[in-house]
């Protein structure tokens, strides 16, 4: 991997990838989809107590968003970006509001900027469950929300993580939309550029 971005506000103890490419998903093969996840699994400062003020997860998150999407990006292998999205889960003497502390607009931001660029709102999903729980993050184009070909999702499963005084973050990226999509509505071409 590249240079890290320096996340030494949390206390990290690994990172985790997945990568799925698809030739086809039962019909004609035709360009390869690549999907990426990739998860932090950091100490959560509040475990097992309540605490009003989140903002020391919430403050520094950039840096995670920033890592996060450097290292989709990298695994991408020179792709663009054409969707994301964004989650994590909270280990069990966590909060579900401990991960959404760490995936704001701060992070959010900084995300964007790390994968070239996004116009469009980005999808999330959160919850509080043990280690080696499964997560749906869902996907969807990164310059506009409503583009149905690009609603799809990755999964990513830490099977020692999140520990229960701990929080996992991820983001996952998509090179193009859904290998056989046909549905209708709008689509990349109604874009407007």
């Not at 990172?15 to 004609?28: C, R, Y």
């Not at 701990?166 to 990226?173: D, N």
């Amino acid at each position: 991997m590249s240079s890290a971005i320096d996340c030494k506000a949390y206390d990290i103890r690994c990172w985790n990838s997945v990568i799925q490419e698809i030739a086809h998903d039962g019909g004609p093969t035709g360009p390869t989809l690549i999907k990426v996840a990739v998860a932090v699994i950091m100490r959560n400062p509040f475990a097992g107590r309540f605490v009003a003020n989140l903002s020391p997860l919430t403050d520094p998150s950039a840096a995670l968003g920033s890592e996060l999407g450097r290292r989709a990006v990298e695994l991408l292998g020179g792709r663009p970006v054409h969707s994301y999205g964004k989650g994590g889960i909270a280990g069990l003497q966590g909060e579900q509001e401990h991960v959404v502390a760490c995936v704001t607009t701060v992070f959010g931001d900084a995300l964007r900027d790390a994968v070239g660029g996004g116009l469009a709102w980005i999808s999330s999903a959160t919850k509080t469950a043990s280690a080696g729980t499964a997560i749906d993050i869902p996907l969807a184009h990164k310059d506009e929300l409503y583009i149905r070909s690009h609603y799809d999702a990755v999964t990513i499963c830490v099977p020692d993580g999140p520990r229960p005084d701990e929080l996992m973050i991820c983001v996952a990226v998509a090179s193009g939309g859904r290998v056989h999509e046909r549905v209708g509505g709008k689509s990349v071409k109604d874009l407007v550029a």
